[in-house]
């Protein structure tokens, strides 16, 4: 069977244009990596501004790449000061924060960019979307046990922070001395931060117990479960519940053991894989 001239010319032009096609893309996928190079060049100097315009024109030349997002977010959050509460250098926070959201899409086990954006958060003083953001991961049944257990430990020793700006001032905290003896008594503060103490523990030690749950080797969720439980010990004080305050101390007692004893077990665990690799234990 013979194809008309009308179809092999169409044929032909289909053929040229996939190929011319392919070979912008090869162009382009070259000419992005070069801007990448540019990029660390430039990111290495210290020219962050302009290393973000050549990290910028690599992903628009190929915007499959995988590389430029977290190159943009990068150079980005080094424009950042730390400190500086003026209203432009927050701005480039929370563009830092955009950019590492826009890897996460792509990307969503990227930890360099979800560990960036608490950090970010964590700078500019946002509390509110810290914790949105750490209690997004907890409650997140797509990650790992371990990851999850971390996220509620993070959030509990918050809630241990936020009791214990008020349990320690000084209007709260009441320190006597005697021969060989230092005996610390705390007084109920307005009802107003003694509710916050409550609220605080309670979520706290909920937290704690979560982490625990998920992981239960996680030393850190016990360290704050046993700080919280202190913590609840002062409010009981506070609250004259005498027996409360035993019961708490107890409970705190046995979880700071539990606390002690993983990290012993963690510091032999490193002294063993040291030894096998012949590294020097720190």
């Known amino acids: 069977m013979r194809l008309s001239l009308s179809r092999i010319g169409a044929t032909l032009s289909l053929a040229l244009f996939v190929a011319a096609t392919g070979g912008c893309t090869l162009v382009n996928k070259i000419r992005a990596k070069n801007e990448l190079n540019e990029t660390a060049r430039s990111y290495k100097a210290g020219q962050f501004e302009e290393a973000e315009q050549h990290a910028k024109r690599a992903l628009y030349l190929d915007p499959k790449n995988p590389t430029a997002p977290i190159f943009i977010a990068r150079v980005i959050h080094q424009q950042y000061k730390p400190g500086v509460d003026a209203p432009d250098n927050i701005q480039r926070a929370k563009d830092a924060i955009e950019a590492y959201q826009r890897v996460l899409q792509t990307d969503p086990n990227n930890e360099e960019a979800y560990k960036a954006i608490s950090v970010l958060y964590a700078a500019i003083k946002d509390e509110t979307d810290l914790r949105a953001w750490i209690m997004k991961r907890a409650n997140d049944p797509n990650q790992p046990s371990e990851k999850r257990a971390e996220a509620f430990a993070i959030l509990a020793g918050k809630d241990w922070d936020c009791s214990y700006k008020i349990t320690e001032l000084p209007d709260v905290k009441q320190t006597s001395t005697e021969p060989g003896k230092v005996n610390v008594t705390y ?15 309670v979520r706290g030690l909920e937290e704690a117990d979560t982490a625990i749950k998920y992981d239960p080797n996680s030393e850190s969720a016990w360290s ?3 700080n919280l439980l202190l913590e609840a010990a002062k409010h009981a004080e506070m609250d004259g519940k005498a027996d409360q305050k035993a019961t708490y101390e107890k409970q705190a007692k046995t979880a700071q053991d539990r606390a002690a004893q993983l990290q012993e077990e963690q510091r032999k665990k490193e002294e063993a894989e040291a030894a096998a690799s012949g590294s020097p234990t720190p």
Do not use: M, R, T
Request: charged share 35%; net charge positive.
């Open 187 to 201: 007084k109920k503060p307005a009802q107003k931060d003694f509710d916050a103490i409550h609220q605080c523990v």
């Open 224 to 226: 704050y479960k046993a």
